[in-house]
């Protein structure tokens, strides 16, 4: 018999359930609304390391640090990765520490800042954990310059 689903669509630390049972809604659920897998990133060639820049795409709302056109976003952005537990496994490596797709792919727990922890959208802008208020429009810089706004830490 199937655990019941809860009219808000959310079982109780559904996230702890492998990631590929999930209903649409918890999946969605997943994000903490960080905006780090919205920032731009360079891979080196010859060594796949990835570096995060402080350059965004040009539909992350600063502020709120989600995408300001999600629905629609690969109709903007054609090359805006739509995550799925099945494309997880190949996109993991250039995903945020921090993400919490990332953290349950490789087993690991949620952080205590994550909303669906502390059970507050803004814990993960207090901890600190999004780009809120510090990234940089990509139509603003050439591309040629990302190089410049590499973050060593992130």
Sequence with gaps: MKDPIPRD???PEFWKRPLNTLTP?????LCDGCGKCCLNKLEDADTGEVFFTRIACRLLDNETCRCGQYEER???V??????????????AYWMPATCAYKLLH???????????ISGR???VHEAGESVRGWTLPEYEVPEEDWEDHIIEDL
Aim: hydrophobic content about 35%; aromatic content about 10%; charged content about 35%.
């Design 106 to 116: 490789e087993g690991k727990p949620l952080y205590d800042w994550h909303p669906l």
């Design 9 to 11: 669509g959310l079982r």
């Design 121 to 123: 959208a803004e814990s």
């Design 25 to 29: 809604r918890e999946w969605e659920a």
């Design 78 to 91: 054609p090359e805006c990765v739509v995550l799925t537990p099945r494309s997880l496994p190949k996109v």
């Design 74 to 76: 690969k109709r903007f």
